[in-house]
């Protein structure tokens, strides 16, 4: 692991993020107080008097729950047992990783679950969605992977939108209004969507080993410019990406109704059954039903295919012109 005697800060979801896990070419360095300290350390203790709140009903081959969660006070104990022990309190993540675990592993544990579920529990929603800044707010496309959320985003950084997030969008609310947080700059590609923006792949770092996407550093050693300042959320789409069998090349854009768009909205967060397990269910329901009622949901279907990115960036864009002029 890394060195635990030199933990350094980053900006990452809009808070500083300090951890002896080693960011630097991942996420920019802050000069700010820490908001959250992230360490790894040996084998938890036992916890006395703890509940357990969520014992997961899916077993891994061995029998054991795939996840387990107990509170102890206003700290969580999340036991993941392939891969580690997590101790969240409101200024503090603790790992306790299973032996053989790599560093790389931690990190995108981090960057994904580990920091959505604790952003969770600070109030602040967390979206799986890539988001751009267009005429001063979000654009966000909702989907998980393979619905092209990401390729979707890197089209428009192409075209010269900054980026604000990729694969995580954390919202948080300001009395009625709702705002997204940036991410920091990098991006997630295949390798093939790697060489059709930047025209080269094989130099970029792999996300994981047994991963085949690449990072993409958005900025001056990268592509496009990236937003390190929360927007406020302007327009979010679902994007559904047609087979490349399917003759249809057409690009068809439907706003999405308010009740729907509350069921998009659950489909596409993060840590669902956690939440409810965790008793906040009801806050967060009544904040999709807010959100829905203020922002823009709209249904996106669009042709497979890196050709046809253009068209459906100007699309996009000439539905989001009708929806401000209304």
């Known amino acids: 692991m890394s060195d635990t005697s030199r933990p350094r800060s980053y900006s990452v979801y809009g808070l500083v993020l300090q951890t002896d896990l080693d960011f630097a ?32 009903p899916y ?13 102890r006070g206003d700290a969580l104990r999340v036991r993941l047992p392939q891969l580690a022990t997590y101790d969240l309190t409101p200024t503090s993540i603790v790992c306790y ?17 580990g920091l959505a579920l604790w952003l969770e529990l600070r109030g602040c929603l967390t979206l799986h969605a890539s988001a751009v800044v267009v005429e001063g707010g979000a654009v966000g496309w909702l989907s998980h ?13 192409q075209a010269g939108y900054p980026l604000l997030t990729d694969d ?29 923006f930047l025209g080269h792949y094989a130099d970029l770092a792999k996300v994981h080993p047994a991963i085949v996407k690449r990072w993409v550093p958005i900025g001056a050693d990268g592509m496009g410019t990236f937003c390190d300042a929360a927007q406020p959320l302007r327009c979010l789409y679902v994007p559904e990406r047609r087979a490349p069998t399917d003759a249809n090349a057409e690009i068809e854009i439907a706003p999405v109704s308010a009740r729907d768009a509350v069921i998009d909205l659950i489909r596409y967060s993060f840590e669902s059954y956690v939440v409810e397990a965790l008793g906040l269910q009801a806050r967060r329901l009544d904040l999709f039903a807010r959100l829905a009622r203020q ?15 253009a068209q459906v960036r100007a699309a996009i864009l ?9």
């Open 59 to 71: 077993l891994l081959p061995d029998g054991s729950p795939h996840l387990q969660i107990w509170r």
């Open 25 to 56: 070419d991942i996420l920019p360095l802050s000069p700010k107080p820490a908001d959250l300290v992230y360490r790894v350390s040996q084998s938890p203790d036992t916890w006395a008097q703890a509940e357990m709140v969520f014992d997961s």
């Open 168 to 196: 995580i969008l954390p919202v948080e609310t300001r009395g009625d209004l709702f705002s997204a947080r940036p991410g920091y700059p990098r991006m997630r590609l295949w390798e093939n969507e790697a060489q059709h």
């Open 295 to 309: 922002i823009p949901v709209r249904r996106l279907s669009y042709p497979s295919g890196l050709p046809y990115l």
């Open 145 to 157: 992977s393979g619905n092209g959320k990401s390729t979707l985003a890197a089209t428009f950084v």
């Open 318 to 326: 000439d539905d989001l012109r009708n929806l401000g002029s209304r």
């Open 97 to 113: 990783p299973r032996l053989g675990v790599s560093e790389t592993t931690l990190q995108l544990n981090l960057l994904a679950d």
